[in-house]
């Protein structure tokens, strides 16, 4: 892989003396769905697909970008400093934001770059690439120009790029799966804190896969919006009567208690899914510890269940993708993941079943939706590295 990407940057650059090339992970949430700003537990892992970059300084201060991914876009050109959105939907927003966050905290860049990305994450499959993007520009920096930021920081630094300059008001969890992944450990992390533990996936006879519904998701955006406005809504109205600073601080049966005040039947729906999705994450990642992976797998399912009639993220395409693996022999577990309206599942299945799994679900797919799926067998892998 390596010299193939070296190759590729003598390609556009002239020659690859004294590139370097880095790699950063995508991310898939194993359970913990739409908490991660409500406060909640989150339980990702990053993984060993992701985004690499081949990077070499400039004399000037031209900064270059050049994607294998969308090679018909040639090669763009920002200078340091500066950094503006010229199409909301260019890809080299992503590095863009990432070095506009990093000035904002008076980290300037001494020269620009050549810059060359190569993603192997399915696109538009729910699993970050566009953290990974972030997370690997935000390393490379550090690398290349000396800066001194922790993996927590990064990870904040590539949420404040997606925030503030791509206007994605994303959590955190993405940005901090791809910063701080661990081979083969799963993160729980605490969102209102970023308080976190390791938790080793030790699963062994199962497979984790992931199932690209590759559903086209238009609307994601506006309803990710409107889901977190829904939830600081609630929380408002919870907050008259009791002292709460986030829905998850709440548990599931004080939230009980006092869901009367909240005054709206779906907002109801939504503080519901978010306070028993945080309960079931802490039962989840203690499933993970004593390796009861039928638990887990029973999690997962109540997750998936509570996604599409709490909160109503899946649509019609992601429960038939949940639905046709629950009905798999060697199915442990399976479920929606990510921002949902479309992309994937994760599915944890027993080894000798992972052949059938495929094609079962994946016809059972096909004949409810007519969409095809893409599946993916996939490995835990750790965080941002110079290869
Ligand atoms: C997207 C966001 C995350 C998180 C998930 C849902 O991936 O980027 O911050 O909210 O959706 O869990």
Redesign the pocket.
């Known amino acids: 892989m390596k010299e193939k990407l070296l190759q590729a940057f003598a390609d556009q650059y002239g020659d690859a003396q004294d590139a370097r090339v880095y790699f950063a992970p995508g991310r898939v949430?194993l359970i913990g769905?739409?908490?991660?700003?409500s406060g909640g537990y989150?339980l990702p892992c990053a993984l060993t697909l992701g985004t690499y970059g081949v990077v070499r300084k400039r004399e000037d201060e031209k900064i270059c970008f050049y994607s294998m991914n969308f090679p018909e876009d040639g090669v763009k050109e920002t200078r340091v400093g500066t950094y503006q959105i010229e199409d909301e939907k260019d890809w080299t927003n992503y590095p863009k934001g990432v070095m506009w966050a990093f000035a904002e905290k008076g980290m300037k860049l001494s020269c620009g770059m050549d810059l060359l990305f190569f993603g192997d994450l399915p696109a538009g499959a729910?699993l970050?690439s566009s953290?990974s993007l972030e997370v690997l520009t935000g390393f490379i920096l550090c690398d290349l120009y000396g800066f001194e930021v922790s993996g927590e920081e990064l990870a904040l630094l590539g949420q404040r790029a997606e925030n503030e300059f791509c206007g994605v008001n994303?959590?955190?969890?993405?940005q901090f799966a791809v910063a701080m992944g661990k081979k083969d450990q799963a993160i729980l992390l605490k969102t209102s804190d970023l308080s976190y533990e390791y938790i080793p996936v030790k699963l062994p006879g199962v497979k984790i896969v992931i199932a690209n519904s590759n559903k086209k998701h238009s609307l994601n955006e506006s309803k990710?919006n409107e889901r977190r406005q829904e939830c600081e809504t609630a929380l408002g109205e919870l907050q008259q009567a009791i002292g709460i600073n986030n829905l998850c601080d709440l548990d599931d049966k004080t939230f009980d208690a006092y869901q009367i005040m909240i005054k709206d039947e779906t907002r109801q729906k939504r503080a519901h899914h978010a306070v028993y999705e945080n309960e079931r994450t802490k039962n989840a990642a203690e499933a993970l510890r004593a390796n009861d992976v039928l638990t887990f797998g029973q999690l997962m399912k109540e997750s998936h269940r509570s996604l599409s009639e709490d909160y109503e993220v899946t649509g019609e395409e992601m429960d038939a993708l949940a639905e046709a693996a629950w009905q798999q022999e060697g199915v442990i577990g399976s479920r929606m993941t990510?921002?949902g309206f479309g992309g994937s599942t994760v599915s944890l299945v027993r080894e000798e079943y992972v052949d059938s799994f495929i094609k079962e679900t994946g016809k059972l797919y096909t004949e409810k939706t007519g969409l095809k799926a893409d599946f993916y067998l996939v490995e835990i892998g750790g965080g941002p590295m110079l290869q």
Not at 170 to 174: E, K, P, S
């Open positions: 949430n769905e739409h908490i991660d700003y989150v729910g970050s953290a994303c959590g955190i969890m993405d990710y990510g921002g």
